[in-house]
Antibody
Framework: QAQLQEAGPGLVKPSETLSLTCNVS??????????WSWIRQRPGKGLEWIGYIYHSWSTYYNPSLRTRVTLSIDTSKNQFSLKLSSVTAADTAVYYCARVWFAELAFDTWGQGTLVTVSS | QSALTQPPSASGSPGQSVTISCTGTSSDVGDYTHVSWYQQHPGNAPKLIIFEVNKRPSGVPDRFSASKSGNTASLTVSGLQTEDEADYYCCSYAVRKIVFGTGTKVTVL
């Protein structure tokens, strides 16, 4: 059974880059059956898709975040990462990583989420 | 990018049914079968309860059912139980992107 766990700083300064990693266990990140995705949830708000990555060469981003987001995969560590640049207070949120079924495009396994606060 | 539209709240007594709508456009819900639903209890990560419009993952009770007509998807929770009190989000594919619904808080009276 796959398990995902987010890791990274809980506090980021405005204008800096938010960096998070999702460690995957119980499944191979090189499997062709899945995308690997990031979703965020601002305090008291709904879910917002950030993007997903397939293998290491196909990435899809939320158009509203595309200019600031980079997703990558490290197959040697079986993990994938999120970088969000030029953050502001509006980027304060719980960030989730999730596995996405390739054919059905459904988020079947989620990490527990990690709160990232943007503040000086 | 516009979120899919859901009612902010819905409620029902134990044993009753509640139906949540999810309205999109012909560019997302109306054009694809990749519609899914998620249940989120406070402080927890979302959980997949419906995929491909009306399919349930293993382990999800058959009290949860869903459908789609045109640009609107719907989730029905039958035989409401106290543990069904949660936020529910719909989700759809929309050409090279994913869109979530605005979310519906279901209260069991």
């Amino acid at each position: 059974q796959a398990q995902l766990q987010e890791a990274g700083p809980g506090l980021v300064k405005p204008s800096e880059t938010l960096s998070l990693t999702c460690n995957v266990s119980g499944a191979s990140i090189t499997s062709g059956d899945y995308y690997w995705s990031w979703i965020r949830q601002r305090p008291g708000k709904g879910l917002e898709w950030i993007g997903y990555i397939y293998h290491s060469w196909s990435t899809y981003y939320n158009p509203s975040l595309r200019t600031r987001v980079t997703l990558s995969i490290d197959t040697s560590k079986n993990q994938f990462s999120l970088k969000l640049s030029s953050v502001t207070a509006a980027d304060t949120a719980v960030y989730y990583c999730a596995r996405v079924w390739f054919a059905e495009l459904a988020f079947d396994t989620w990490g527990q989420g990690t709160l990232v606060t943007v503040s000086s | 990018q516009s979120a899919l539209t859901q009612p902010p709240s819905a409620s029902g007594s134990p044993g009753q049914s509640v139906t949540i709508s999810c309205t999109g456009t012909s560019s997302d819900v109306g054009d694809y079968t990749h519609v899914s639903w998620y249940q989120q209890h406070p402080g927890n990560a979302p959980k997949l309860i419906i995929f491909e419009v009306n399919k349930r993952p293993s382990g999800v009770p058959d009290r949860f059912s869903a459908s789609k007509s045109g640009n609107t998807a719907s989730l029905t929770v039958s035989g409401l139980q106290t543990e069904d009190e949660a936020d529910y989000y719909c989700c759809s594919y929309a050409v090279r992107k994913i869109v979530f619904g605005t979310g519906t808080k279901v209260t069991v009276l």
